[in-house]
Structure formats: C-alpha cells, structure tokens
C-alpha cells in the first residue's frame, strides 16, 4: 500500500449526511467480523495453523486479562469483577497452561516481535503475577527484542508497577482515561481526578516508557464542552497517541449499560460534531490522525508507519505491527492467520476447564475463504490508507450516493476516499461487507 493524503490532513470541516450514518456497521478489526463465527471452527483448525508456522515467521501475542477492580458501566469487553484473589490465581495458573502448550506446538518456529496485555485491566492482578506471566511468555516463545504494551487501568497504579514494567521491558502502555469531565465521569461509574492520570504519565515518563490515551466522545451528560475541555488537558499531558472512540449503547448485549440513562445520550448530530471537534484539536496541537478515530504525535511509530502506508488493522485497532499471525492467550482472545480467525472459549470457567484437561481452548471462528480474504484487503486498505485496489475479482459496489456527495472518486478497479470521508469511512467500507445485513442491530454507528 501507498501512502495517501490522508496522514496530512489538519484541518477542515466536515459536512454531515444523516443518512450515510444510519445504519450501525462493524469496526472492522477483522474480515469476516466476529458475527460470522461459529462453533465449527475450533481447536483442531487452530492446532493445524500452529503445526505449519515457519521456522522465521513475525509472530504477535496478545493476552487477555478479563478482570477489573471498578466495572465501568459504558464497557463493551468482556471482563468480570477482579473481587476474588482465587479467582485471579486460577485464571493465572490456566493462561501458564495455554501459553505453555502454544509454545509447545510451534516447537520453538516462529519469532515474536509483539506481546500485547489487555482486558478488562492488567493491572487488576497482583504485581507478581503479571510478572510471573511475562517472564514465562519470554522464557516459552522465541521473543528477543520483542516490543511489549499493556492497558493500564489509572486508579490501581503506583510506583511499584511503573517501577516493574520499566525493569521488565515495558515499551508503551495505555491509559483508559475515557473523561476528565467530573460529571461525566459519575455517569459512567468511572471516577478518575485529573492528578491521578498525571502522576501516572510523569511517572512513565521518567521510566522511559511512552503513554497512550484512550478517550470517548458520545457519553451521558458530556456537551461539546465537556470533550473540549478533556482534549485541552490530554494535549497538555502529550500522550504519543490518542483513540478517541464514539461510546456505543447497546444495552440489549451489554446489560451493564442498562445502568446508563439513554435520554441522557447526546444525539447524533452532536456526536457526529464531537468527532469533527476531536479531530480539529487534537490535529492542531500536532498529532497525525491515524484512520477515523487514531492520532499519534509524528515520532510516533504509529504516524510513521500511516505516513509510509504501513499501517494496518487488527483487533488491537490501527497498529504498526506488521506480522500476519496474531496469537490471542486468554479467555475470549482471538488469533488470526491469513486464512483463519479463531476465539478461545469465552467464559474463564469453561477456558480454565479445556485447559486443566490439557487441550486447547479455541472454541469459535471463521475459515477465510479466498473471496473474504479479498474482501478484508480491500476493507483495511480503504481503512487506513484512504484508498484500495478492488481488481477484477470482486465486483465493485454501488457507491453512487457517496460519489455524488464528492466523498470517493470511483474508476473501473480502484476507489479513492476524499478528506470529506472520514467520518464516512467505515460506511464506505461496509459496502465492500458481503455478510452484512441492513437490519443488523449488533453494531455501533459509524460516528
């Protein structure tokens, strides 16, 4: 892929098209998404990927963590309440098991470059096990120079942490900020001071490790105001990079949310207003947008690599991480191989189960037909590029009502996104979404 203009954009004002934004489509972290998973993909298909990984192949690793001390009432992961320190241990004990026999599998083939902690929160386990965790990926895989990044919940860090993951490698982490909004705050069970988050950012630096943000338009009660003002202290703090995520309210699926008054939600006018101001700011005080919702400071890896057309998409999000093998470790993780996606089991009782038995706890996925494989080209191209080849194999969609609002310039084999796209680019993307249905509820909306 080539780079594209799209990683220069600073400034301009985007026009809004209701219509465009109707209907709620995938991120589209993978092609096909997880609607398309079942039960007929499984372990045997995950054991046969792992028994043909060559001998020099880029692996990532990413390990799920699914607990949390404070279950925040806006969170669609799937994490349950860090409340039970045997809880903790066994869940522990059983990710030693698989890491232990995925290792065993490759045999030593395959090189990790990436090793990636989520969740939920890392930082929910006791300091001791998250050591203990990664000292066995380092000691189990081939890992050398491998760069390591983890999620961090704010409110359960201290010195003793930032202290460990500078002495253990640590290269990045990232802050689930969300808000600095006080009121907002309260409306999603995440109260969080300013300072708190400070301390944390001052801390990492003097360790040398780079700080990332996680922060929401779109929550209960937050005015345009109220995002301004989160913005305002997020540029002063310079984290290198920044999501900025449109809250999705689905409390049918995630009834956590049911906690969240819906009348208290902007609308999506206003929504659609948050993320242009977002992406206003936050390019103004010097950061690249990276793709429709990513922005990073230009030394960043991450704006090299949307600078070099480099940058690509996984589960993780936009990222530079170039390996075509993603193996997830934990329950619900997910792997990816060119021609599979599979997810472990998603409950941890049911994963602590396969794995006391020995066996692993792929559990649901999809086999990557050729023409999906395309087709996920094509998405993640458009993505994070701006821009995608669609070729003679896969016929091009009707894109004459985002041509004729001069979002696209369409030729016979190629389409080519305009500044104006952005908030319309997952819209655009879809089109290319042969399992997509138009009365798809599983969703979030584009903005």
């Known amino acids: 892929m080539r780079a594209t203009a799209w990683p220069a954009i600073t400034s301009f ?61 806006y969170c669609g992961c799937n994490t349950g309440a860090a409340n039970r320190a045997q809880r903790l241990s066994a869940y522990v004990e059983a990710l030693e098991r698989e890491i232990a026999l995925v290792a065993r ?30 000292q066995q990926l380092l000691l ?69 490790i780079a700080t990332g943000f996680d922060l929401m338009y779109g929550l209960p009660g937050q005015g345009r105001e109220d995002l301004d003002a989160t913005l305002d202290i997020a540029i002063r703090m310079a984290p290198a990079r920044i999501a900025l995520f449109g809250y999705a309210h689905m409390p049918r699926l995630l009834p956590r ?26 390019t103004a005080a010097g950061y690249r947008a990276i793709g429709f919702d990513h922005f990073a400071l230009p030394g960043d890896s991450l704006a090299r690599a949307a600078a070099t057309g480099q940058l690509r998409r996984n589960f993780q999000g936009f990222t530079d991480d170039p390996a075509d093998m993603l193996i997830g470790l934990g329950a619900s993780a997910i792997s990816q191989f060119p021609d599979l996606i599979v997810q472990n089991e998603k409950q941890a009782g049911a994963y602590r189960a396969l794995l006391a038995e020995g066996k692993l706890p792929a559990a649901r996925g999809v086999v990557r037909s050729g023409e999906d494989r395309r087709r996920g080209r094509i998405i993640e191209s458009l993505l994070c590029t701006g821009e995608a080849h669609v070729g003679s194999a896969t016929a091009m969609p009707d894109l004459s009502r985002f041509e004729a609002l001069g979002l696209v310039h369409v030729s016979t084999d190629r389409i080519v996104l305009t500044a104006q ?3 319309y680019a997952r819209a655009i993307a879809a089109r290319f979404d042969s399992y997509l249905l138009p009365q798809e509820k599983r969703f979030s909306h584009a903005i």
């Open 13 to 73: 004002m985007w026009t809004y098209h209701p219509d465009l934004l109707a209907q709620p489509v995938p991120r589209y972290t993978s092609y096909p998404t997880a609607a398309q998973f079942t039960g007929d993909v499984g372990a045997p298909d995950m054991a046969a990927r792992l028994d043909t990984v060559d001998a020099q192949a880029p692996l990532s690793l990413y390990v799920h963590i699914p607990y949390c001390h404070d279950i925040c009432w």
């Open 105 to 134: 599998r490759l045999g030593g083939r395959g090189k990790v470059r990436r090793i990636a902690f989520g969740g939920g929160s890392p930082n929910s386990l006791p300091l001791v096990d998250f050591v203990r965790l990664l």
């Open 140 to 208: 189990c895989f081939e890992a050398h120079d491998t760069e390591i990044s983890v999620e961090l919940d704010p409110r359960r860090l201290d010195g003793q942490w930032i202290a460990a993951m500078a002495a253990m490698g640590v290269d990045r982490v990232n802050l689930g900020v969300q808000t600095f909004t006080p009121h907002v705050q309260t409306r999603i069970g995440r109260v969080q001071p300013v300072e708190m988050v400070e301390r944390a950012v001052e801390g990492f630096a003097r360790a040398g």
């Open 257 to 282: 949310q049911r906690r969240i008054d819906a009348t208290d939600l902007p609308d999506l006018p206003t929504r659609f207003a948050m993320a242009a101001d977002g992406h206003r700011r936050l």
């Open 421 to 423: 796209a952005l908030p």
